[in-house]
C-alpha cells in the first residue's frame, strides 16, 4: 500500500510470511524496515496524511498503529479477528 505522499510503499505477505511488512523507499527502491506485528497481517490503512499506519493483524486480535517516519508503535486497539481498516478518507478518492 502506498503512502499518501508517495514515498514508500508497505507491503503485506501471503503465507509463510504474513506476520511480516516490509518498509520500501520509493526513490531509492530499497527496503528501508521489516516489521513483525503478528501473524496475519491482513490489511494497512493509512491516515489521510500518512503520518500513521494502521495494520490489521488479525491472529493477534489488535490493530496497531505505526509513526511513518519513525516506524514506533504509537497505539495498539484490540480487536477480535481484524481483517480491515477504512477511514472516511478513502470513501472520497474512490468517488462515495
Do not use: C
Not at 3 to 21: E, I, Y
Not at 32 to 59: I, N
Not at 64 to 82: C, E, L, N, S
Amino acid at each position: 500500500m502506498g503512502r499518501p505522499d508517495g514515498r514508500q510503499v508497505w507491503v503485506n505477505f501471503a503465507l509463510p510470511n504474513n506476520d511480516t511488512v516490509q518498509v520500501i523507499d520509493v526513490p531509492t527502491r530499497r527496503i528501508v524496515k521489516t516489521l513483525k506485528p503478528g501473524t496475519a497481517v491482513l490489511h494497512m490503512e493509512f491516515a489521510p496524511r500518512g503520518e500513521e499506519v494502521w495494520v490489521s493483524v488479525r491472529d493477534a486480535d489488535r490493530v496497531i498503529v505505526y509513526d511513518t517516519k519513525t516506524y514506533a508503535t504509537v497505539g495498539m486497539i484490540q480487536a477480535d479477528k481484524p481483517s480491515g481498516i477504512f477511514f472516511t478518507a478513502r470513501a472520497h478518492r474512490i468517488g462515495l
